[in-house]
C-alpha cells in the first residue's frame, strides 16, 4: 500500500504543516463517523476508496496517461492507509484529494436513523438481486451446519401470509374472470 | 433511460418495471432506494461488460449504503470484476472484505478457492510442488465452508476434494 506513495509521510507529531494536519484530522473524523453511523471499517473505507476502473489503472500504468486530478485511487487509499497509521502523506494534493472525498461522503450528516448491520441476511434485496446468490439456511454458521429443526423459525403466523395469499389467488380470478365472460358471450 | 430498463428482453424488462414499481412501494429512505438503485445499475452494467460504468456505480452504493450486510454484496461483485479482469488479488480483498461484512456467502468462498486452485496450478506448471499443495490446502479449505453452508451446490469442488483425497 505504501509503495503507491513516492515519497513516505511523516509522523503526525513531527509535522509542523498545519494544513496538512487539519486535512488528516478531517480525514480521521471523517473516518471515526463511518465507523460509528455506518459501522464501517478502516479497511473498508480504504477499498471504496480504491474502486477504480481497471482500464483506467492500465492505462496510467502502461502509458502514464493520468486522468484531470492527476492523483490515483491507489495513491488515496496509500494515502488514508499512512493516515490510519500515523502519518502525515507527504503529497499535499493526494491528501487534498482525500480529504475532499471523505468530506464529501453523502448523507452522512442524516445518519441519526442508520441501523449499521440490521436486517436478516434472507430479507436483503442485494442478496435476492445478486446473480448467483445462494441462500444460505437461517442457521449458517451453526456448529451442527444443518439448522433444519429451526426452519419454521422467523416465518410470520397464518395471517402474516395474506398478502401472499392475495397475490397467489390472481392467477384463479383471472382464470374465473375469463371463463366468466366466455359463458357471458356463448349467452349472447 | 437508466440501464436497467434498456433491456430488450421482454422477460427482463417486465421484472425491471415490476422491480421499480416495489422499489418505489418499499418503506425505506430515499437514500436506501439511492443506494439500491446504483447497485442494480452497476449489476446491469457488469452483466453487459460495461466494467467502468459498474464500478463507479458500485463506488455510489458503498458510499450511500448504510447496512454492512448490503454493503458486502457489492464488494463481492467489485471482487468479481477484478476477478475477471485477472486482477485475482485484488478481487481476493474484496471477496474477503465481502465476507468479513457478510459470513453467509458461499459464492465469494467458492470465488476464493477457485483463485487459490488457479494458483495452484500454476505453481504445478512452475515446478513448485510444496508451494501447490498449499495453495490447493487452502482452496479445499474455502470449498469446505462453501459446501459447509451451502451443501447441495458446488458439486465439481465436492468431487474434486473427494478425488484429491482433502474432503
Redesign the interface.
Known amino acids: 500500500l505504501a509503495t503507491s506513495l513516492t515519497t513516505p509521510g511523516m509522523p503526525y507529531d513531527a509535522c509542523d504543516d498545519d494544513e496538512a494536519r487539519a486535512l488528516v484530522d478531517t480525514v480521521l473524523d471523517v473516518l471515526q463517523t463511518l465507523k460509528v453511523k455506518r459501522d464501517m471499517t478502516f479497511n473498508e473505507v480504504r477499498l471504496t476508496l480504491s474502486i477504480e476502473d481497471p482500464s483506467e489503472k492500465r492505462r496510467r500504468q502502461e502509458m502514464g496517461i493520468e486522468d484531470e486530478s492527476g492523483v490515483s485511487r491507489d495513491e488515496i487509499a496509500a494515502a488514508l492507509y499512512e493516515i490510519e497509521q500515523g502519518l502525515v502523506p507527504a503529497d499535499g494534493v493526494v491528501l487534498e484529494q482525500l480529504a475532499r472525498e471523505m468530506v464529501n461522503w453523502p448523507d452522512l450528516d442524516a445518519d441519526s436513523d442508520a441501523m449499521p448491520g440490521e436486517g436478516a441476511p434472507m430479507a436483503s434485496d442485494y442478496a435476492a438481486s445478486t446473480p448467483g446468490s445462494v441462500r444460505v439456511p437461517s442457521g449458517g454458521l451453526g456448529m451442527g451446519g444443518g439448522g433444519g429443526a429451526n426452519d419454521t423459525e422467523g416465518l410470520p403466523g397464518p395471517l402474516g401470509f395474506i398478502p401472499l395469499y392475495l397475490v397467489s389467488s390472481l392467477p384463479v380470478l383471472i382464470g374465473v374472470s375469463v371463463v366468466g365472460v366466455l359463458f357471458w358471450n356463448s349467452l349472447s | 433511460m437508466p440501464r436497467s430498463q434498456r433491456s430488450d428482453n421482454f422477460i427482463d424488462k417486465t421484472f425491471t418495471v415490476v ?1 421499480d414499481i416495489l422499489l418505489r412501494a ?1 418503506p425505506t ?1 430515499s ?1 436506501e432506494k439511492r443506494a ?1 438503485s446504483y ?2 445499475e452497476g ?1 446491469s452494467a457488469q ?1 453487459e461488460g460495461e ?2 460504468e459498474a ?2 456505480n ?2 455510489q452504493a ?3 449504503e ?13 471482487g468479481l ?2 476477478a475477471s ?1 485477472g ?1 485475482h488479488s485484488r478481487a481476493l ?2 471477496y474477503c ?1 465481502a465476507l ?5 456467502l ?2 465469494a468462498l467458492n470465488n476464493l478457492a477457485v483463485i487459490y486452485h488457479y494458483r495452484g496450478e500454476r505453481a504445478i506448471e512452475s515446478g513448485d510442488m510444496p508451494l501447490s499443495t498449499l495453495l490447493f490446502d487452502k482452496a479445499a479449505d474455502y470449498w469446505r465452508e462453501a459446501i ?4 447441495t ?1 458446488y458439486i465439481e469442488a465436492q468431487n474434486w476434494m473427494r478425488t484429491t483425497g482433502r474432503s
Do not use: G, K
Open positions: 422491480a418499499l429512505t437514500r439500491f447497485y442494480r449489476l452483466a466494467y467502468a464500478l463507479q458500485y463506488y458503498m458510499r450511500l448504510v447496512n454492512s450486510y448490503d454493503r458486502s454484496y457489492i464488494l463481492y461483485n467489485i470484476i477484478h479482469n486482477e480483498e474484496y472484505q468479513e461484512r457478510n459470513p453467509f458461499p459464492q459447509r453452508l451451502a451443501p451446490s
